[in-house]
């Protein structure tokens, strides 16, 4: 058999620095490989710079990896103390969770696990008494985690007792307490998560959570309201103000139904007591004229706040709207005197266009005015302005 050819080239020299580097290459098939051989030029001087690389790629990997190790170790640290928080949350704090359809197959430890892993990009909310998260849970079952402050010792018992109270209140109209947890240093309320937002959004929100409502739909939120408020006020034992009505605090399900929301501000009233002393809190705008006087939160103060409400949704306007401001004076005034002059339809909101009845919305404007009557006691009950909405419906059908 005979091998076939070697050819050699000539040696090819490669310059890199001060050392330059011969090598014979073989031609062709690969047979045979002739062992390189390295000659250096100016031998001294490309020891000195290959002493400077080997010294540069070791510190550069000496750094790489004492990076990497901090790196790893901040990343334990927060873990860890992610950990401890559940771990003293866990042990810490009371949780309670109320029997619902949507927590039932959940433990409270393994549902306090998940909620302690909820972070920023979780929040779809925030106020004064706290920031709100969403909570999904499987496919089906969503919540809203309100995360609170802790307030004094005595306010923190009250919170409690209240909050249990809570729990037992179950109206369509209502937003439904799931549960809340109470640890030294925070308070959680559980509540169903509503798909459809609040009012105050689908009226002046940007322009791409703003929804076209109809006038059946908004009558049916008005009076979805009323009838929540009404149960507070009047089914409950003890009866319940909750002293910050507002189209924020009015959330839609599913069906667009009105659920009242937000007792994070709410006050139970003892038996036989009409009213209770407190600081004054609510929103600017849907606060009753007396509350600033006396600080004491009523059931006709929750009737004024509605009335508010039922004025956004006659006009669409909020009661803090930049027109009123610029002219000195603000919502209810205005559609006080346009009502005066016979003029309501001029004060629908124009996102109704023609398509309302224009005698049943008469109607509703004068149940608004009845509550927004200056003197608490001509102000009628929830009850009542349930039956005043159902017989404006009824008049004109």
Known sequence: MTLPAIHMIQPVPIDWG???????????????????????????????????????????????????????????????????IIENSLTGGKMVMFRSA???????????????????????????????????VGEKAAFAVKKLSRGSVEMDRGFERELDTMGDIKHRNIVPLCGYYAAPHFNLLIYELMPNGSLD?????????????????????????????????????????HRDIKSSNILLDHNMEARVSDFGLATLMKPNHSHVTTVVAGTFGYLAPEYFET????????????????????????????????????????????????????????????????????????????????EPCNRPTMAEVVKLLEQAKNTTA
Request: charged share 25%.
């Open 18 to 84: 001060q050392c330059t580097f011969f090598f014979h290459a073989i031609l062709p098939n690969c047979l045979l490989i002739e062992t390189p051989v390295l000659l250096l030029q100016h031998s001294h001087d490309c020891k000195m710079h290959i002493t400077m690389v080997a010294l540069y790629i070791t510190i550069c990997s000496i750094l790489f990896i004492v990076s990497k190790m901090l790196i790893s170790f901040l990343l334990y640290k927060k873990w860890a103390r992610k950990k401890r």
């Open 102 to 136: 949507a927590m039932q197959s959940l433990s409270p430890k393994s549902f306090l696990t998940m909620i302690m892993g909820l972070s920023n990009k979780d929040i779809i909310g925030s106020g004064g008494y706290g920031t709100v998260y969403r909570l999904s």
């Open 295 to 374: 600080g004491r939160a009523t059931t006709k103060g929750d009737v004024y706040s509605y009335g508010v409400v039922l004025l956004e949704l006659l006009t669409g306007k909020r009661p803090t709207d930049e027109s009123f401001l610029e002219n000195g004076t603000r919502l209810v005034t205005w559609v006080k005197e346009t009502m005066e002059e016979k003029r309501e339809e001029h004060a629908v909101d124009s996102a109704l266009e023609s398509s309302f009845p224009a005698e049943e919305v008469k109607l509703v404007f004068k149940v608004a005015d009845k509550c927004l009557e200056s």
């Open 201 to 241: 959004t689908i009226l002046h929100g940007k322009e791409e959570t703003r929804r076209a409502l109809g006038w059946e739909a908004r009558h049916k939120i008005a009076a979805g309201v009323a009838r929540g408020l009404a149960y507070l006020h009047h089914d409950c034992i003890p009866h319940v103000i």
